[in-house]
């Protein structure tokens, strides 16, 4: 071992014991040390690391010691991506603060978020000074005195702080007041105003900790040409989520719905187009005046043809699909070429006229317009570019010239249709715009593996096996004591009885055990037939029931879940992961099916088609591993500590009879007990919820395969 990284373990072992002497409660993990041994070593060699690292090892802390320690002794600064909110608040607010207590580094930490989060003083100021601000945005004076008061005084500009003040902003007057890149104004914007954007980006470039999220880093080249390319370590945390992030922000979706919010944020009764309309000198704007009214006759065209193209759209979907892909042999009858021509002209109609207005007022300057009226241009000009942008990303999508990407259509989450095209592949892009980019590397989840595989991960994310070091740590809970497995062997989820059937076992549940209990289901379908089934008789019970609604934020509920007693929470999407439900919030756990993507999924349609081209299995190389990875994600809702108990219930029979099973019943907590029959199922987890000490079943020596009854 190298002198130098004998001395970094020293100071890792020092920082870990100022924790355990300092801070009470706290308990040495070997996972913990092995994982912050690993990235020690990473930090003085150089190289990019893997480690899954599941729930109870501490990885935030096994990263951040090390990373931290290295700063403090000259090295460039750390940079950690988080995929979700709730991680990047936690490191802040906790891991983040006791790293600091532990290696005693006086290091200074920013939290970076993208433009839209922050205030732009002087469009707040302007949008404060319409009378008809606050009736229009429903705003009461109070409310509005508060905002007004947030504006002038705060000292970050976040516009998450308005969340802290109980001020609940409509979406579009939050666009009017954020920063946007396309109206910044040097001059404008002096150093008495500032700008809170360009302030947290600086701050960023000298701060010695950057928390950021993926999306953020993902779709800022410049950012990471600055800030990661100067980066002594860049740690990837919730890394599972990096390739799904890439493909969004290298993506392009345009939907009816942003055509009709653009439209009212450009108009002359409450957009740009009004604010100009205001500042007009009287008797001096001719010219101007003119230009205004072409541009305002320009947009009713737009909600037109943007009309008949949503109907369009709305052929394009069969009846209760989620989405529908569009390809070169797509039957072009049901995409009229009249409705999109139409929209794609008055698009650029649109843009033309608004640039025509800029030019105009530029020219005739403060012969025509008040001072507003100039800034106003900024908006004016910023909606010129919107429309044009609109207009290339209709065009890039309906040209279907991209082989490397799909295309299709599905609907937001107010059921609007709109367009989308995604990569398929986007390893080549995050290997050379990101993963190179800085040469010490941590990705790490307490979910990386298709199993016991990290093949598929290296691959999407372009990363060649022999240039990577991957390490997976074991469980620090005794996860077969705590935790009683079951595989109900009944109908089949393809059985049109497999709904009736699985509330008929819900119900039985949560009857006999009245301890809380999730549902994890793999569509809103079937999520509806399954509460339709089993809401009476859990009414008539007593037993409350929780549902997740598409588009609505799963946090709330999982707030009244974790409440509850005895309740039942049907759960789809979001409840696979990041919800924790510690302790008595979750002690019984049934996944309703094995969670295969649909294989008619667009996206997933290319991804297959790729591969089958290239050779592979499409089957085995692409749905099966996310398929153990996602029902990996779920499992892992269910014990989040060492104190915790419960029981998993799959109700998927392939689990036990198709060949793949195995690999299914390989990542359970303990081996299954398998049983067709639901009073034996009730007896088994009743006595092993009675027991205290759990029942175990061997498993079959020389095999993964499940036990059976």
Known sequence: MATTERYSNELLDLALERLSRRERGWEDRPGQREMALLWTETLEHGGTLLVEAPTGIGKSLAYLLPALLRRAQGSGPVVVSTCTKALQEQLLRQDIPLALRATLAPLRVVTLKGRQNYLCKRRAEA?????????????????????????????????????????????????????????CSATACDAATGCFAKRARREALRADIVLLNHALLLSDPGLRATLIAEAGALVLDEA??????????????????????????????????????????????????????????????????????????????????????????????????????????????????????????????????????????????????????????????????????AFFVDRDERGSPRLNRRPVHVGAVLRHSLLTLCDRVLLTSATLRAGDDFGPLLDALGLDPCDVRTATLPSPFPLERQVFSAVWDGSGPNDPEFSGRLAELIVAFAARFRRNMLVLLTSYQMLDEVASHCAGPLRRAGIPLLRQVPGEAAAPLAVEFRAGEGAVLLGAASFWEGVDFPGAALEILLIARLPFAVPTDPLMEARSEAIEADGGDAFRDLALPEAILRFRQGIGRLIRSSEDRGAVVVADPRLARASYGRRFASTLPSPPFVTSSQSELLSRVGEWFSSGTPERLPRPEGTEAPCRA
């Open 127 to 183: 949008r404060l000074m319409q009378p008809a601000l606050f009736p229009e945005a429903g705003l009461g004076e109070a409310v509005a005195e508060k905002l007004r008061s947030w504006v002038e005084h705060t000292a970050t500009g976040e516009l998450d702080e308005l969340i802290e003040l109980g001020i609940d902003l409509p979406p579009a007057l939050l666009a009017d007041i954020a920063s946007d890149p396309l109206l």
């Open 240 to 405: 599972h989520h990096v390739e799904r992030v890439a493909r969004e922000q290298l993506g392009v979706t345009l939907g009816v719905r942003d055509l009709l919010r653009l439209a009212g944020r450009t108009d002359a009764r409450t957009g740009a187009l009004r604010a100009v309309q205001r500042a007009l000198r009287r008797g001096r704007g001719g010219r101007v005046a003119e230009r205004i009214q072409s541009a305002e006759a320009s947009i009713a065209p737009v909600l037109t043809h943007a009309a008949a193209f949503a109907l369009d759209l709305e052929r394009v979907l069969p009846p209760g699909a989620p989405s529908a892909r569009i390809t070169r042999d797509f039957d072009a009858a049901r995409l009229s070429p009249s409705a999109l021509d139409g929209l794609l002209s008055a698009l650029g109609s649109l843009a033309r006229s608004l640039e025509d207005l800029v030019e105009t007022a530029t020219a005739e300057g403060r012969a025509a317009l008040k001072t507003e009226g100039l800034e106003a241009l900024d908006e004016v000009r910023a909606r010129a570019f919107a429309w044009a942008e609109a207009e290339r990303a209709l065009r890039s999508v309906v040209a279907l010239e991209d082989r490397g990407s």
